[in-house]
T-cell receptor, first 117, second 112 residues
């Protein structure tokens, strides 16, 4: 299994508070992603990173920021949590190039369940 | 609209075959994937097919690819209760992007 850990795995917080979710990998993969999963919406990309200090927005980036100061860690921050951000958040990692031995597979963490009251 | 579409639910009896269908839009995708998500867990790659193939078989799993119609299917033979999960279709990045596109997922429910 790919070495990806997410923390915390569960969090309950109140509206207006800041929240940071951490994704840590031991695979030295260049690409890291944050998704949220909601019923009826599947997986939606929030932000992604293609290297240290290189990040970009996904389709649902409003209200979220990210940082990647080193290869192994990708942080997702909700500056002021809202109830609409109640969700399960997944981190994923991959390599870029689809060479002979790389199929472009994404490896996912176990998820972080966030409840905003 | 979505780039990758799949039905949301499928219910089958144990021992029957399950067929999960998916349509995609990017004809230049190199790989097409099926991911499985068991309850309370993250997604894991179940199988994939290279775009120059029509079919791939792996034990109980058969993937069929119709490039002309941009249609992908996953057949699970002799479906077991342990196959109950959400199955996501995805297409590989193309055109310099490295962001795969996922469908919304199909919840497979297997009845005893």
């Amino acid at each position: 299994d790919a070495g990806i850990t997410q923390s915390p795995r569960h969090k309950v917080t109140e509206t207006g508070t800041p929240v940071t979710l951490r994704c840590h990998q031991t695979e030295n993969h260049r690409y890291m992603y944050w998704y949220r999963q909601d019923p009826g919406h599947g997986l939606r990309l929030i932000h992604y990173s293609y290297g240290v200090k290189d990040t970009d927005k996904g389709e649902v980036s409003d209200g979220y920021s990210v940082s990647r100061s080193k290869t192994e860690d990708f942080l997702l921050t909700l500056e002021s949590a809202t109830s609409s951000q109640t969700s399960v958040y997944f981190c994923a990692i991959s390599e870029k190039d689809q060479g002979a031995t790389n199929t472009g597979e994404l490896f996912f963490g176990e998820g972080s369940r966030l409840t905003v009251l | 609209g979505e780039d990758v579409e799949q039905s949301l639910f499928l219910s089958v009896r144990e021992g029957d075959s399950s067929v999960i269908n998916c349509t995609y839009t990017d004809s230049s995708s190199t790989y097409l994937y099926w991911y499985k998500q068991e309850p309370g867990a993250g997604l894991q790659l179940l199988t994939y097919i290279f775009s120059n193939m029509d079919m791939k078989q792996d034990q109980r799993l058969t993937v069929l690819l119709n490039k002309k119609d941009k249609h992908l299917s996953l057949r699970i033979a002799d479906t077991q209760t342990g196959d109950s999960a959400i199955y996501f279709c995805a297409e590989s990045p193309s055109g310099g992007s490295y962001i795969p596109t996922f469908g919304r997922g199909t919840s497979l429910i297997v009845h005893p």
